[in-house]
């Protein structure tokens, strides 16, 4: 080998190892970062009892719940469970584009891991609580399509059921005419399970107590592609915004240019449907279910009130175990965490609302970019979720 190839080689060698080198580089993360940082957590977080439903952290109830949702007697043929479409193994979503049912409906499912966090349920926040959101399907015809006294005829029926209904509630009416309050039992009762679904820690989480600790050999352990792509997300990709707090999302609702257009045809008009329909519901914290004396918890839903902006705005997902729900969106129409990170990056300005506050631009990032925050996202899945099929979940 002459010198001068040898000479060009090594310093090839070098440029790599270099470039290694930088790649590899703790990632620096400024004050506010930190700040922001360290509101994901700490992780988990204790679910504040919910005052609407007074069985909320009830033992009995929670047993009764847990059973119900794996029950498929709950539905009017006897063929399908919430558990049918909420899968435990799949992160409590079904891994379809959009649900399955007698008919498709034309949304995603949702994940319920720490469901019991949010302030409004379904996509466009149509149910202020989540015992209203869990009477839903059961009286959807295209989801489990019983209704009040097919509920009520089960509960009676089953021993096991009606032991933990009556600790809970009361025995099981006999008269027909009760049968709606036992259906809002229910739905209260289902609440109560699903409040305990709250998610494990993740690698994520101890990157956040490490940072919070100052303790750099603890920090050094989770991957650098998911620091950079941490830096991203609460630096200028923005994505703290609306994803914030320790779930990931601020609760409500945004614009992020998803096409509103229903794969059946029609409009999805995201929150503005559902606040009117929140508004006509009369199982709403407005209503005569509310078991909140005090008037505090339906507060939030005396305050809403229908804006043009609301059109095409949909909830902002929670992000925890976000890589074991594809696909995603309210229309399931990307299928992969690249795919939604390339969204933000491409994003289509002309599909936003004008009169919004312009929040999202197309962030353009470099594929190495894209990489990590696919890295960071993947970060957020919590130990050994195949571990976890059981019928319950408690509470860590
Ligand atoms: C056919 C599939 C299907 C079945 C069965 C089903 N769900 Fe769902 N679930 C969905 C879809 C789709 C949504 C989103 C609905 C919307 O946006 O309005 C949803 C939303 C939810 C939400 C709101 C989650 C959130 O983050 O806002 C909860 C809670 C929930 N379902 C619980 C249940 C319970 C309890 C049952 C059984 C009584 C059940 N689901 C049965 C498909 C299903
Ligand atoms: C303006 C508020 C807002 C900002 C900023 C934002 N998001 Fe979102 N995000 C949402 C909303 C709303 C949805 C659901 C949109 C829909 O279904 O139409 C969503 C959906 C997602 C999903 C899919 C979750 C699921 O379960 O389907 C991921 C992943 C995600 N965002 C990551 C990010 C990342 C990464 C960034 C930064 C680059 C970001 N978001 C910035 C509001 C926001």
């Given at each position: 080998?002459?010198p001068?190839?040898?000479?060009?080689?090594?310093a090839c060698?070098?440029?790599?190892s270099v470039?290694?080198?930088?790649a590899?580089?703790?990632?620096?993360f400024?004050e506010?970062?930190?700040?922001?940082?360290?509101h994901?957590g700490?992780?988990?977080?204790?679910?504040?009892?919910?005052?609407?439903?007074?069985?909320?952290g009830?033992?009995d109830?929670?047993?009764?719940?847990?059973r119900l949702f794996?029950d498929?007697?709950?539905s009017g043929?006897?063929a399908?469970?919430?558990a049918?479409?909420?899968?435990?193994d799949r992160?409590?979503?079904?891994?379809?584009?959009?649900?399955y049912?007698?008919?498709?409906l034309?949304?995603n499912?949702?994940?319920v891991?720490?469901?019991g966090?949010?302030?409004?349920?379904g996509?466009?926040?149509?149910a202020?609580?989540?015992?209203r959101?869990?009477?839903?399907?059961?009286?959807?015809p295209?989801?489990l399509?019983?209704d009040a006294?097919?509920?009520?005829?089960?509960?009676?029926?089953?021993?096991?059921l009606s032991a933990?209904y009556a600790?809970?509630?009361?025995a099981?009416?006999d008269a027909?005419?009760?049968?709606?309050?036992?259906?809002?039992?229910t739905g209260k009762?289902?609440?109560?399970y699903?409040?305990?679904?709250?998610?494990?820690?993740?690698?994520?989480?101890d990157?956040?107590d490490?940072?919070?600790n100052?303790?750099r050999?603890?920090?050094a352990r989770?991957?650098?592609a998911?620091?950079r792509?941490l830096?991203i997300?609460v630096?200028?990709?923005?994505?703290?915004f609306?994803?914030?707090?320790?779930?990931?999302?601020n609760g409500?609702?945004?614009?992020?240019?998803?096409?509103y257009?229903?794969?059946k045809g029609?409009?999805?008009a995201?929150r503005h449907?559902?606040?009117k329909?929140l508004?006509a519901?009369?199982?709403n914290?407005?209503?005569?279910?509310n078991?909140?004396?005090?008037?505090a918890?339906?507060?939030k839903?005396?305050?809403?009130a229908?804006?043009?902006?609301?059109f095409g705005?949909?909830?902002?997902?929670?992000?925890?175990n976000?890589?074991?729900t594809a696909?995603?969106?309210?229309?399931?129409?990307?299928?992969?965490?690249?795919d939604?990170?390339?969204?933000?990056?491409?994003?289509?300005e002309e599909r936003?609302?004008?009169?919004?506050?312009?929040?999202?631009r197309?962030?353009?990032l470099?594929p190495?970019e894209v990489?990590?925050?696919?890295?960071?996202?993947?970060?957020?899945?919590?130990?050994?979720?195949t571990?976890?099929t059981?019928?319950?979940?408690?509470p860590?």
């Open positions: 080998m002459r001068g190839v040898a000479g060009l080689l090594l060698l070098l440029a790599a470039t290694i080198a930088r590899q580089a703790p990632v620096a400024t506010p970062e930190v700040r922001r940082i360290l994901y700490p992780w988990p977080q204790p679910v504040l009892r919910d005052p609407s439903n007074r069985v909320s009830n033992a109830a929670i047993a009764l719940g847990g794996y498929r007697r709950l043929d006897g399908m469970s919430c049918a479409c909420h899968l435990p992160g409590f979503t079904d891994g379809r584009d959009r649900a049912g007698r008919a498709a034309d949304r499912t949702p994940s891991w720490n469901v966090f949010a302030r409004w349920f996509w466009d926040g149509a202020d609580s989540l015992w959101q869990s009477m839903k399907p059961i009286l959807n295209i989801e399509a019983a006294n097919h509920v009520a005829a089960l509960l009676r029926s089953d021993q096991e933990h600790k809970a509630f009361g099981v009416p027909t005419s009760a049968d709606e309050t036992t259906l809002v039992n009762a289902i609440a109560a699903l409040e305990t679904l709250v998610s494990r820690r993740t690698s994520f989480d990157f956040r490490a940072l919070a100052d303790d050999a603890a920090a989770y991957p650098v998911a620091q792509g830096k997300f630096g200028k990709g923005n994505c703290v609306c994803h914030f707090g320790p779930t990931f999302t409500e609702f945004a614009d992020v240019g998803m096409p257009f229903a794969a029609g409009v999805d995201g449907g559902g606040i329909e508004l519901d009369r199982f914290l407005l209503g005569p279910y078991d909140d004396a005090s008037g918890a339906a507060s839903t005396r305050h809403v229908l804006q043009h902006r609301n705005e949909f909830k902002v997902p929670g992000l925890r976000v890589a074991l696909p995603y969106m309210h229309n399931g129409s990307l299928a992969t965490l690249r939604v990170v390339l969204h933000y990056s491409e994003l289509d936003l609302h004008a009169d919004g506050v312009r929040i999202l197309p962030l353009h470099a190495q990489d990590d925050l696919v890295a960071f996202l993947e970060s957020l899945t919590e130990r050994s979720p571990a976890q059981g019928k319950s979940h408690p860590q």
